[in-house]
């Protein structure tokens, strides 16, 4: 095995090995619920679940399990358009916005923990290998991300 798998192995490794005590334990512990409230929390205009699954890429059933649970926690509400009565809007409610605020300020803040203990040198460099990954990555036709910002905190 080369170089470029031993990389792939070792970064899946701490990939798996960090995402299992931070990201993922707060997505597991909200059921998806945190980026799908993100997504209605950056977006200008409401939602449709289509549109939400597609970005989110996941099945049209989670998204509306995701809203579910959302909606009875008052984060969300659904309506049907006025300009189309087949499609649902999905909109983001003051307490949404609140909850969506709450919890990137939260992962906002353990990224700058970090970066501060890596120190500027250091996380510059990382900052700069991301982007070249990033680059390679385009071109091996990874898709791009969606449009807006992917954090207001």
Same mark, same amino acid.
């Given at each position: =095995?080369?170089?470029?798998?031993?990389?792939?192995?070792? =970064?899946?490794?701490?990939?798996?090995?960090?995402?299992?005590?931070?990201?993922?334990?707060?997505?597991?512990?909200?059921?998806?619920?945190?980026?799908?409230?993100?997504?209605?929390? #950056?977006?200008?205009?409401?939602? $449709?679940?289509?549109?939400?699954?597609? $970005?989110?890429?996941?099945?049209?059933?989670?998204?509306?399990?995701?809203?579910?649970?959302?909606?009875?926690?008052?984060?969300?509400?659904?309506?049907?358009?006025?300009?189309?009565?087949?499609? #649902?809007?999905?909109?983001?409610?003051?307490?949404?916005?609140?909850?969506?605020? +709450?919890?990137? $300020?939260?992962?906002?803040?353990?990224? #700058?923990? #970090?970066?501060?203990?890596?120190?500027?040198?250091? $996380?510059? +460099?990382?900052?700069?290998?991301?982007?070249?990954?990033?680059?390679?990555?385009?071109?091996?036709?990874?898709?791009?991300?969606?449009?807006?910002?992917?954090?207001?905190?």
């Amino acid at each position: =095995m080369g170089y470029a798998e031993d990389a792939v192995d070792e =970064m899946f490794e701490l990939a798996v090995r960090s995402r299992g005590k931070s990201i993922d334990s707060v997505n597991r512990g909200a059921k998806g619920e945190l980026p799908a409230l993100h997504m209605l929390a #950056v977006s200008s205009t409401p939602l $449709t679940p289509g549109r939400m699954s597609d $970005t989110l890429g996941v099945s049209p059933g989670r998204v509306s399990a995701i809203l579910d649970r959302l909606e009875k926690k008052g984060m969300v509400v659904r309506e049907t358009d006025p300009s189309n009565r087949r499609n #649902v809007l999905v909109s983001i409610t003051d307490k949404g916005r609140e909850v969506d605020h +709450q919890s990137f $300020t939260e992962i906002h803040n353990r990224f #700058v923990r #970090v970066f501060e203990r890596m120190g500027e040198e250091h $996380t510059r +460099q990382f900052l700069d290998r991301c982007r070249e990954f990033a680059g390679y990555m385009r071109d091996e036709g990874l898709p791009e991300p969606p449009e807006g910002p992917p954090c207001a905190i």
